[in-house]
């Protein structure tokens, strides 16, 4: 199993500003992955972040809007960057151990709410 | 592409009866794995179940179990014995190997005393 630490569990910024989320696992895992859950709505896929290298952006996302730092093998950070109201949402994070068939582990959450 | 359809917005239950929660997805993919996760209110995103399309023995995990028709791409979770405490959201997912999560749209549980 995998615990995860998501900083912070809310948040309320001004529209323009940047917040960066951080996700830490109690153990040493190759891929992490940050998701946006837009109100009332399923989980979307952001991007994975492998260590060592360059994250890997879905359709939609770019690097430019959602930084992500992903230093070592516990640790990675989500920057949400000049925000508007329509980034509000819940952002998670989540790890997946290297076994095909475990259960992916989430993180706590971080409810984002810009004015 | 991949998808995964719940077509049941919301549901409700009383405490103590059963009621299934349906899903269905699209793939062209033999092996597979299907899960449920619950998400309270809490916004945790717990694991309920998950099924491995290679079995064709239903998971089950204590009040909660899935019919898995893979013919008919189905996956249905079954509450037997509802609690309180499994009022959430309920999200189905699909995985292809160690490809990405795929979510559907969610289920909403409602449980009444």
């Known amino acids: 199993s995998a615990v995860i630490s998501q900083k912070p569990s809310r948040d309320i910024c001004q529209r323009g500003t940047s917040l960066t989320i951080q996700c830490q696992v109690d153990?040493?895992?190759?891929?992490m992955f940050w998701y946006r859950q837009q109100p009332g709505q399923s989980l979307t896929l952001i991007a994975t972040?492998?260590?060592?290298?360059?994250?890997?952006?879905e359709s939609g996302f770019v690097i430019d809007k959602f930084p992500i730092s992903r230093p070592n093998l516990t640790f990675s950070t989500l920057t949400v960057s000049n925000m508007s109201p329509e980034d509000s949402s819940i952002y998670l994070c989540s790890v997946e151990p290297p076994a095909r068939n475990t259960e992916a582990f989430f993180g706590q959450g971080t409810r984002l709410t810009v004015v | 592409a991949q998808t995964v359809t719940q077509s049941q917005p919301e549901m409700s239950v009383q405490e103590a009866e059963t009621v299934t929660l349906s899903c269905t997805y699209d793939t062209s993919e033999s092996d597979y794995y299907l899960f449920w996760y619950k998400q309270p209110p809490s916004r945790q995103m717990i694991l309920v179940i998950r099924q491995e399309a290679y079995k064709q023995q239903n998971a089950t995990e204590n009040r909660f179990s899935v019919n898995f028709q893979k013919a008919a791409k189905s996956f249905s979770l079954k509450i037997s014995d509802s609690q309180l405490g499994d009022a959430a959201m309920y999200f189905c997912a699909y995985r292809r190997n160690t490809d990405k999560l795929i979510f559907g749209t969610g289920t909403r549980l409602q449980v009444f005393p």
């Open positions: 972040a492998n260590q060592g290298s360059e994250a890997t952006y």
């Open positions: 153990s040493q895992v190759t891929m």
